[in-house]
């Protein structure tokens, strides 16, 4: 079989018809060719989904299924926009997504929310893809769908999956290639994955990327690519900053860096499977689908201009003694087993003599358990709202114009990295103004 290529698009390449007829004609371009098509939920279905989640959980299962049938009412627009005629088999599939959705709503919710949550969420990709690989299909691109549930196989830890990669590989091995011989597309799921007791799981968000690594190395890739809204991989946000640009080239390494720091153009989990099959990434525009955008690769040399990553919504959990002793090793490893169990991520640390200083994402109320874990041994202050800025490749004028308008509160260096956590300086304003 021709080596294959996987391809991933996100929400904002599919948020509603005319985007998708836009993805049609861009996958014209490759109609030669076996592709594996991984799509993440249409536009922000996925937030929407976990409003009906969160009001399901929260004991308003009315509320929840006005939203869920609000979500119904745009992919049935989206549909019949798409189609003169909707294909049966679509109508059907749609129809069948929803209806268990309903049903899971009208059951008590279960003891743990992230399972239910997978439940739910998961239903966006099944949506988009269904809609995606029907559309193809009408307009001449003959194309398979693929449950990524019967390839892709986590552990049980529900909103972030683990993958459990000998037998993701065995199936995707197994699964895929006759598809592909069949019609040279394939079109699944980016985000879902699937546990050995058959329940659904999810990735993390933003995970489809990682979904499209996982396919690319289990299938031995030619290339993976990401197509974006962005024209590659840029030295920062262009929502946040003025006067970025784009990087032709990069190293996974510095790929995996960036990434892990909160650049947001790539799922950080994404580049490590590639990398360890030498797959070519190429991050691209769908706006602009003739331009070259990034390419990650191996050999990408090291010379790079200064890249920005900002982590919004951090966390500083100071945390000491209660006896004023030395935060000790020992308490280092407990502090950790904490951590753990209530499934903090830790972005940056620093000690002193008599505290331990941890900057972490604020997701739900994970940092509030924490704190009550560890409450009888050592006392903890939280300052929230924060902002975790990155800075690879750093310059002093850079750095200074991070530090404009913001409050330092920890910061630490290595030769190639700076990093710094702050808040917005308090504006003073007369009371009489
Ligand atoms: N739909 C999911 C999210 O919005 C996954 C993805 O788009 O990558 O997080």
Request: aromatic letters at 8%; glycine letters at 4%.
């Amino acid at each position: 079989m021709q080596h294959v290529n996987v391809f991933k698009f996100g929400g904002a390449s599919l948020k509603d018809a005319p985007a998708i007829r836009h993805v049609g004609n861009i996958l014209k371009t490759f109609a030669q060719q076996p592709l594996v098509i991984v799509v993440s939920a249409m536009g922000k279905t996925t937030n929407a989904l976990e409003d009906v989640a969160h009001a399901y959980w929260h004991g308003r299962p009315e509320e929840a299924r006005g939203k869920l049938d609000r979500i119904h009412g745009e992919a049935t627009a989206i549909i019949d926009a798409l189609f003169q005629e909707v294909p049966e088999e679509l109508t059907v599939a749609v129809n069948d997504l929803f209806v268990s959705v309903e049903w899971a709503l009208e059951e008590s919710p279960n003891a743990e929310y992230d399972f239910d949550y997978d439940q739910i969420v998961s239903l966006g990709e099944l949506l988009s893809s269904h809609i995606v690989a029907s559309y193809l299909t009408r307009i001449g691109l003959p194309s398979s769908w693929l449950d990524a549930r019967d390839v892709i196989q986590t552990d049980n830890t529900f909103r972030e999956g683990w993958v459990r990669w000998p037998e993701t590989t065995e199936r995707a091995e197994r699964l895929l290639p006759p598809l592909l011989q069949q019609t040279k597309f394939v079109v699944t799921q980016g985000f879902i994955g699937n546990t050995s007791e058959n329940y659904t799981t999810t990735l993390g968000r933003e995970g489809s990327d990682y979904s499209a690594a996982i396919f690319s190395y289990c299938l031995d890739a030619e290339a993976m690519s990401i197509w974006k809204d962005v024209p590659g991989v840029l030295t920062a946000d262009p929502r946040i900053f003025e006067n970025v640009s784009k990087i032709d080239r990069m190293s996974y390494r510095e790929a995996i860096e960036m990434t892990y720091y909160g650049a947001k153009v790539i799922h950080p989990k994404t580049i490590k499977p590639l990398q360890n099959k030498s797959i070519p990434l190429y991050v691209r525009s769908f706006l602009e689908p003739e331009l070259e955008g990034t390419f990650v690769t191996d050999d990408a040399g090291d010379a790079y201009p200064p890249m920005v990553a900002v982590e919004r919504e951090q966390a500083l959990i100071n945390i000491s003694t209660r006896d004023f002793s030395f935060v000790a090793e020992h308490h280092i490893k407990e502090l950790f087993e904490h951590i753990t169990t209530t499934r903090l991520q830790v972005n940056m640390m620093q000690n002193t003599a008599i505290s331990f200083n941890v900057v972490v994402n604020d997701i739900d109320d994970r940092v509030q358990r924490f704190c009550t874990l560890v409450d009888d041994q050592f006392k903890t202050t939280v300052d929230r709202n924060l902002e975790l800025i990155t800075v690879r490749h750093y310059t002093p004028e850079v750095v200074e114009s991070m530090r404009r308008g913001k409050v330092n509160l920890l910061e630490g260096r290595l030769p190639l990295t700076l990093q710094m956590v702050v808040k917005d300086v308090p504006v003073m304003r007369r009371k009489d103004g």
